[in-house]
């Protein structure tokens, strides 16, 4: 019987070989999955600036239609910018439920909606609180339309000051802010207490420091739990603004100011003032849209002193861009 010659015979890796390969397969992999995650970052981040953009941008297109700016809310309790920003937000279905002139809790179900455009890809999905009839369910009854947002509008240096690009209306009756106006039964219309309320703000408004050079929207600090108000609900600003800044008087021994609200870098955190404070998803960085309708990421350990210049309305203090 004639042999194989051995120069045909076919050779098979040995576990040297194999182990090799292996090894070189493991690094190879090691490498390319940060690249990947890397990547698909990216593109979420990408997409966070571009909802941000369609919300400065459905607030030019309202006031190409009014010649105003949106109220930051009617009212306490009241519907907030988010609800007067839907029918620029391809969502007029949405909007032409809405009764605004009546309260939140007033609404019926189907104004509302949980909508993508308020939300940063990147956060992580949380569980919806319980619904009720179609709407928004918390401590035994019926709140109102649902929808949350991942965005606030920027309401200035504090919460008390009303001091940011947007503002609570303006009761037409007092030439004041609106915002205890309507306090009783949640079925009661504004026009029952007052003639009616006005938007307050206008671009021109916004001169003195300049469109490009005044926040309107960012990413809110939020916790990785079930959001408990809506958007479109006046009754809890924590749902649709923030604060920048300082305010109070700064301490002669420790050179802080009384409130402070930089922008938060730990996406857990719990610390003071904690929920009106902006911070993203982002390692490192938190956007921010623009009047002018640009938008930008900050780093989250911008100058206090800068974003208090950007967030406060025509205080003509210089600032420039982080």
Request: proline share 7%.
């Amino acid at each position: 019987m004639v042999g194989l010659d051995r120069s045909t015979r076919s050779r098979g890796f040995t576990l040297i070989e194999l182990l090799v390969c292996l090894s070189v397969a493991t690094a190879l992999i090691c490498l390319l999955v940060p690249a990947i995650q890397a990547s698909r970052e990216a593109a979420r981040r990408a997409q966070c600036r571009n909802h941000l953009r369609q919300l400065a941008l459905a607030t030019h297109m309202f006031h190409d239609s009014h010649s105003k700016l949106p109220p930051m809310e009617i009212a306490d309790s009241w519907a907030t910018w988010a609800v007067f920003l839907l029918p620029y937000l391809e969502q007029s279905g949405l909007y032409q439920q809405w009764q605004l002139d009546r309260r939140y809790h007033a609404q019926p179900a189907s104004a509302g909606q949980d909508l993508p455009v308020f939300h940063c890809p990147s956060r992580p999905a949380v569980s919806t609180p319980l619904l009720g009839t179609g709407g928004l369910f918390r401590e035994g009854w019926v709140r109102g339309p649902l929808g949350w947002s991942d965005f606030g509008a920027v309401g200035g240096t504090s919460l008390r000051r009303n001091n940011g690009v947007f503002a609570t209306a303006i009761d037409s009756s007092t030439n004041l802010p609106s915002a205890q106006i309507g306090s009783g039964s949640t079925t009661q219309s504004v026009m029952t207490q007052h003639p009616g309320w006005r938007l307050p703000l206008r671009f021109r408004d916004h001169a003195l420091d300049g469109l490009s050079h005044t926040l309107a929207f960012g990413e809110m600090h939020v916790l990785p739990t079930p959001p408990l108000d809506s958007v479109f609900d006046g009754d809890n600003a924590s749902a649709y603004q923030r604060c920048l800044g300082r305010d109070g008087p700064l301490h002669p021994v420790t050179q802080r100011y009384m409130v402070e609200f930089p922008i938060v870098d730990q996406p857990r955190f719990t610390g003071i003032n904690w929920s009106n404070r902006f911070g993203s998803a982002h390692a490192g960085i938190c956007h921010f849209a623009l009047l002018d309708g640009s938008v930008r990421p900050f780093s989250v350990s911008t100058d206090l002193e800068v974003l208090h210049r950007l967030a406060a309305r025509n205080d003509g203090l210089p600032v420039s861009l982080p």
